[in-house]
């Protein structure tokens, strides 16, 4: 009894401190310290010794972007079985010991990186940083372990085969790069997922995780002196170099298509786009306030005000920013009631239009402003939160500095960059849109007998 009562004490102290939202502050507040390990491994850290929790994330960078043909999932499977056993520990130990530990792991597998995440109590980071380098340079793979997680994977497969909003999201990216990664379902399918073998597993992790390849992040209670010996720890044994396939550039594809997927549904989702700008693109800042204004501001954008607010057509309707490492769009989507879904694409593609024309006013530039560098301090408000975001300034090669010059950035956007980039960026007849359901006034330009 007393060594359960230790544990649910430590996972609960971890909880809590994880959870703990600190006051936000400004970005320009955050000091971030570079730190080099006696190895050689560059880290960026925001020391806070306030709470005693320490978070890392890291990404291996072009890892699992590309899975062997016939074998779509690999990258996506191993993520989820990292954790399942590693070195002397099967399953069942390996996850008693993090929970003994306090520790927090996991991975993921995305269209540009594989990345993992560790959050632990001060006083055992040592212990959850053993951990977490047996799961990426010992992991066991186990069959009855991998077995439950494919068939786990593959059971949520199935369940989205009718779920309109997942059918539309998988349409519109395999219409969008029918040649491509980015085109493929991450998850793979029931039919590739069962050719994946533990040999399979196992020289993804030999040939992926490589230190070319890291960026790595920090924050909470350590040093710099600490952090340093705990990355040599995490990732010394990892191979120098990766063997990882580059992907080529590419341009979405179905420009002017409308595709229909018919199902027996009571509302149409919709979803459409073009091609947008990458984190790299100095038109980036600009497309980021057209966006807000148009759909990315919730309540306040363009897009709500005219299809939900003034006429009642849907619950929600959106559009956002898509930068990948290799293409970028920008897109739209909401849902309304099949007898509307002709009048409420007609205003999304008329809204379109009208940023495109005539960019925003003077007022919705000012409010924009307002929004997106008074909302920002919110990502910052945890532990967690700051590792996370400081990761993805690192793989955004925003520079070291970035926090505190977001805003000075997002303030120079004037209504004149909004217009051009709007120009630029927005063409309704080049959208490439997909419904799902049974839409009243629509004529699509190709029907869709299933969604593959």
């Known amino acids: 009894m007393r060594a359960w009562s230790v544990r649910g004490a430590a996972l609960a102290l971890l909880a809590l401190t994880v959870a703990i939202a600190v006051p936000a502050v400004s970005a320009h507040a955050i000091t971030i310290t570079k730190v080099v390990s006696p190895g050689g491994i560059e880290a960026w850290l925001v020391e806070d010794h306030k709470v005693p929790v320490v978070a890392l994330e890291w990404a291996f960078e ?40 306090a520790t927090s792991l996991g991975f993921s597998a995305g269209r540009d990186a594989f ?67 980015y085109g493929v379902e991450l998850r793979g399918t ?94 980036w800042y600009a497309a980021t306030v057209m966006n807000y204004v148009l759909g990315g501001g919730g309540f306040n954008s363009r897009l709500m005000e005219e299809v939900r607010e003034k006429r009642g057509l849907t619950y929600g309707v959106y559009s956002y920013l898509a930068p990948m490492d290799h293409a970028a769009m920008v897109v739209a989507g909401g849902s309304t009631v099949n007898a509307k879904a002709g009048q409420a694409l007609a205003i999304m593609r008329a809204e379109w239009a009208r940023m495109a024309d005539g960019g925003v006013t003077d007022q919705e530039l000012a409010d924009a402003k307002t929004y997106l560098t008074g909302s920002f301090p919110l990502q910052l408000g945890s532990t967690a939160s700051i590792a996370k975001t400081l990761l993805q300034v690192q793989r955004d090669r925003l520079g070291i500095e970035y926090l505190g010059q977001r805003d000075r950035f997002i303030n120079a956007v004037t209504a004149d960059d909004v217009r051009r980039v709007a120009k630029r960026l927005l063409d309704p007849a080049r959208l490439l849109t997909v419904l799902v359901g049974r839409p009243d006034g629509v004529t699509p330009t190709q029907t869709v007998d299933e969604a593959r």
């Open 115 to 181: 990345t993992g995440s560790l959050r632990s109590l001060r006083d055992r980071l040592d212990e959850a940083v053993d951990l977490a380098r047996q799961a990426m340079t010992e992991p066991r793979f186990d069959a009855d372990p991998v077995d439950r997680v494919r068939a786990s994977v593959v059971a949520g497969l199935t369940r989205e085969q009718a779920d309109p909003n997942q059918l539309a999201r998988r349409l519109f990216y395999r219409t969008a790069f029918p040649d491509h990664p």
């Open 190 to 283: 029931a039919d590739s997922l069962g050719r994946i073998t533990a040999d399979d597993l196992r020289g993804f992790v030999h040939s992926q995780f490589g230190r070319d390849r890291l960026k790595v992040t920090a924050a909470g209670d350590v040093t710099p002196e600490a952090l340093g010996r705990a990355l040599d720890r995490l990732f010394g044994a990892l191979p120098a170099t990766s063997q990882m396939a580059v992907l080529p550039e590419v341009s979405p594809q179905g420009a002017g298509e409308t595709l229909l997927l018919p199902r027996p549904t009571a509302q149409t989702i919709i979803l459409m786009g073009q091609a947008g700008v990458k984190r790299s693109d100095p038109d």
């Open 62 to 101: 072009g890892a699992g972007a590309r899975d062997p043909a016939g074998k779509e999932g690999l990258a996506n499977l191993v993520a989820h079985t990292l954790d399942e056993g590693a070195g002397p520990l099967d399953s069942a130990s390996f996850q008693d010991r993090l929970q003994d530990s």
